[in-house]
């Protein structure tokens, strides 16, 4: 079965300092990828996903997460974070293969902007 | 597009009495997921219909739980003889068939008392 580890369950950051949020998943032989941001009493929201291609994806608000399969790895960053990025961060997978279609997330790693 | 949406949005029950949750997905949307949260963690599968067919469940979906889609559009989740246990936040997603986006709706948390 498919598992997701994010390495920080919290990380604090100062305002405009650049960040990393750690996200590593179990292999399979093909994955999709995703980050889901959730801002304080709102749902989640997708915030970018690697299906295939370009390894690096890229967010409309900065972000951005590597593929790296050899380490099976998708970690996400910024560099220059605002207030307004306080959230709570999701990295999730979908395993490859016909009907595995629900995510598996990580626990999740609250982000928090000081100024 | 007026996006997921769920009913209520907030639960206090008292325990041993039964809720239930309904989710209306985006429009066109023939996947629907309900995934659990709890206080601290990462949401958790629960199950998942193509249309009206409930095609997945989790484990942790005990005898307690069950989802229908009658109509293939607007789906509900039950839990009958409700425990403390029971208290997250529950999420429905939807996504079109053969997509790989899930779009959440913003949750019912359900606390038991």
């Known amino acids: 079965a498919q598992s997701v580890t994010q390495l920080d369950s919290q990380v604090p950051v100062f305002e405009e300092a650049p960040v990393e949020l750690r996200c590593n998943y179990s292999s399979s032989v093909s994955v999709y990828l995703f980050w889901y941001v959730q801002y304080p009493n709102q749902g989640l929201q997708l915030l970018l996903k690697y299906l295939s291609g370009s390894t690096l994806v890229e967010s409309i608000n900065g972000f951005e997460a590597e593929f790296n399969k050899s380490q099976t790895s998708f970690h996400l960053r910024k560099p220059s974070v605002h207030i307004s990025d306080t959230a709570e961060y999701f990295c999730?997978?979908?395993?490859?293969?016909?009907?595995?279609?629900?995510?598996?997330f990580g626990q999740g790693t609250r982000l928090t902007i000081n100024p | 597009d007026t996006g997921v949406s769920q009913d209520p949005r907030h639960k206090i029950t008292k325990r041993g009495q039964n809720v239930t949750f309904r989710c209306d997905p985006i429009s066109e949307h023939n996947r629907l997921y309900w995934y659990r949260q709890t206080l601290g963690q990462g949401p958790e599968f629960l199950t998942y219909?193509?249309?009206?067919?409930?095609?997945?469940k989790s484990r942790l979906l005990s005898d307690r739980f069950s989802a229908e889609r009658p109509k293939g559009s607007f789906s509900t989740l039950e839990i009958q003889r409700t425990e403390q246990g029971d208290s997250a936040m529950y999420l429905c997603a939807s996504s079109l068939d053969g997509a790989d986006t899930q779009y959440f709706g913003p949750g019912t948390r359900l606390t038991v008392l």
């Open positions: 219909f193509q249309n009206e067919a409930q095609l997945e």
């Open positions: 999730a997978v979908i395993g490859g293969g016909q009907g595995a279609q629900k995510l598996v």
